[in-house]
């Protein structure tokens, strides 16, 4: 199978990411999208980010009744930072006949050479660079520069509309005692307040 793979902290999940993981497995005409919320994120505080069963459990809710939408939590079981390398190795010795597409920002293929082990993350999946309309694609001088102008190859572009949603702003609003209705699904939005995340 073509699996799309997008990971994130989904502290909590919101809307543009269900757009996003939509509008790559139609454009990119996938089989599945494979949800894996971080365990320990390398570039995040750990103690300001909400546990890893609530994180899955909102995916849960987030996700339910798409078919080709799946939850994969290997990242909560792993100690130490949650590197992209280590779970793609991880993927593809489970499951060596799938083929894998790394869904990421425009911004961050741009910057992929500064991540761990770029190498090894280009022989284990392709990647997916999203994009929104009317802006220019990131320049990719350095990516080339390093491994050559064959990584076009290895690129495939998705544009999605420019929603103005994250997780930050999210929390933020929930704090403030705010509405975020329609920013989350509802199921998400419901879980959140029974749990009385964010308050503080």
């Not at 996938?30 to 505080?45: C, S, T, Y």
């Not at 520069?145 to 929390?171: H, L």
Request: glycine share 6%.
């Amino acid at each position: 199978m073509r699996i799309g793979i997008l990971g994130g902290t989904f502290d909590p999940v919101h809307n543009a990411h269900l757009l996003m993981a939509e509008q790559c497995r139609e454009q990119c005409q996938l089989d599945q999208i494979w949800f894996i919320p971080a365990g320990n994120p390398p570039h995040k505080e750990v103690k300001h980010v909400t546990s890893g069963k609530q994180r899955r459990e909102m995916l849960d809710f987030a996700v339910a009744g798409h078919p080709a939408f799946l939850i994969k939590d290997l990242e909560l079981h792993r100690e130490g930072p949650s590197y992209t390398v280590a779970t793609l190795q991880e993927l593809q010795a489970l499951h060596p006949r799938d083929e894998f597409f790394l869904i990421i920002g425009a911004d961050s293929v741009r910057d992929l050479h500064t991540w761990r082990e770029p190498e090894a993350i280009l022989e284990l999946a392709s990647l997916i660079g999203v994009n929104r309309p009317h802006i220019s694609l990131p320049d990719l001088t350095e990516l080339k520069q390093k491994f050559g102008e064959s990584i076009d190859r290895k690129i495939s572009w998705v544009s999605m509309p420019g929603i103005e949603i994250s997780s930050t702003d999210i929390r933020q609003r929930i704090h403030e005692n705010r509405s975020v209705r329609y920013m989350t699904p509802r199921s998400v939005e419901v879980y959140i307040h029974n749990n009385r995340l964010y308050l503080e």
